[in-house]
């Protein structure tokens, strides 16, 4: 038999996720981020679920979108970084992708198209995070020269900075300024990612971006958030091999956990090459028949070992969760000093994607 480890993608979960965030906005439209594989969940799997729902979706990259349309998405797509050479304007154009501009280097590509093959584009304002768009004093400057490339589709776009946090005033402020200057040059306006959509309604605009949400994400820091998420990906795998430790006895490379008493431990399908990951700490929790055991021992490259000394009978075979309904992605990222983000995009192609439907 192969080796059981999959990622398990729930389809329900992800049309649940992206209609209980877009019906928050319903004065606005909303679309799903499909970038870096979909979060890891297979972005032609999400993108297939959601296409009746969203309308549109985004991606990081023009490959990202390219990949969708051979897959025979149809849905216009956003590329979030624009374009990184001149001839992906073109590319753009002939696979009715919108690129969102953040320098002028790129709208000069654009200018050297021809007038009937550029793609639309929306403008990126850097109102605060520091990482890509026109300053809020030059976007006036630069809408105003390549006005000739805007279209009634243009859209200004900004990126909130710590919008899942509902105590940090800078929010507020980054909103604020980017509306004065948005205002001015009247284009409909793309603010809110999954956080903002839910915990800064004034930012839920024409478009709103819903990434981490649609995956069952955290989008909040508050405990009071009453938008329920549902996970997306159940990451299981199953016991390889079983044994008994003696107490004093240690486990796995460079031997960081010692059996204190008597115990058991059982090996499972799975380490940090396909995505598990490494930095997840001695007691990290798995589910196996039903209770919660521990990690036990360093993440290997393609197995872990796991304290199951407290749970009966468990034997090769047994299926294992890592992550999913049972044991939270957030949960397991805070053990391995990071977020779920990343841990839904790291798992690697060894690991096959699985789509249910209920
Ligand atoms: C520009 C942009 N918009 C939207 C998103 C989606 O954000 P989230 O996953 O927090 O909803 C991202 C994600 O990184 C992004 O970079």
């Avoid at 969102?100 to 850097?126: S, T, Y």
């Avoid at 520091?130 to 809020?136: D, E, I, K, V």
């Avoid at 001695?282 to 197995?303: C, E, I, Q, W, Y």
Wanted: hydrophobic residues 40%.
């Amino acid at each position: 038999m192969s080796r059981q480890t999959q990622a398990i993608i729930h389809a329900d979960a992800l049309l649940h996720n992206f209609k209980v965030l877009a019906a928050l906005a319903p004065s606005s439209q909303s679309m799903a981020v499909v970038k870096a594989d979909a979060y890891g969940h297979g972005a032609v799997n999400v993108a297939r679920i959601l296409q009746h729902v969203s309308s549109r979706f985004a991606v990081a990259i023009i490959e990202e979108a390219i990949a969708l349309r051979d897959a025979g998405i149809t849905a216009p797509i956003v590329v979030l970084e624009g374009a990184h050479q001149i001839k992906e304007c073109k590319m753009a154009f002939q696979n009715n992708c919108i690129l969102v501009m953040h320098c002028e280097e790129q709208l000069e590509w654009l200018d050297k198209c021809p007038k009937d093959k550029r793609p639309h584009v929306w403008l990126k304002v850097d109102s605060g995070m520091h990482r890509l768009g026109f300053s809020l004093s030059d976007i006036e400057t630069v809408a105003a020269k390549y006005r000739h490339l805007l279209s009634d589709q243009t859209v200004i776009v900004t990126h909130f900075a710590c919008a899942d946090d509902l105590d940090n005033s800078f929010t507020d402020s980054q909103f604020t300024a980017f509306k004065q200057v948005a205002d001015k040059l009247g284009f409909p306006t793309s603010v809110a990612n999954s956080p903002a959509t839910v915990n800064w309604p004034e930012s839920r605009n024409a478009w709103n971006r819903l990434g981490v949400g649609v995956y069952g994400g955290a989008v909040s820091t508050s405990q009071k958030c009453d938008t329920e998420v549902y996970p997306t990906m159940t990451l299981r795998s199953s016991v390889i091999a079983v044994r008994d430790i003696a107490p004093g006895e240690g486990v796995g490379y460079g031997q960081t956990w010692v059996a204190d008493k008597p115990s058991k431990i059982a090996t499972v399908g799975i380490g940090y090459a396909d995505g598990y990951p490494r930095h997840c700490k001695n007691g990290t929790p798995v589910m196996v028949r039903g209770k919660r055991a521990f990690l036990a021992g360093r993440v290997s490259m393609d197995m872990i070992t796991i304290d199951v000394t407290h749970i009966d009978n468990v034997a090769v075979g047994d299926v294992v969760e890592l992550w999913g309904q049972n044991v939270s992605i957030q949960e397991v990222a805070t053990c391995a000093d990071t977020i779920d983000y990343e841990l839904m995009t790291r798992i690697s192609q060894r690991v096959p994607r699985i789509v249910k439907y209920l």
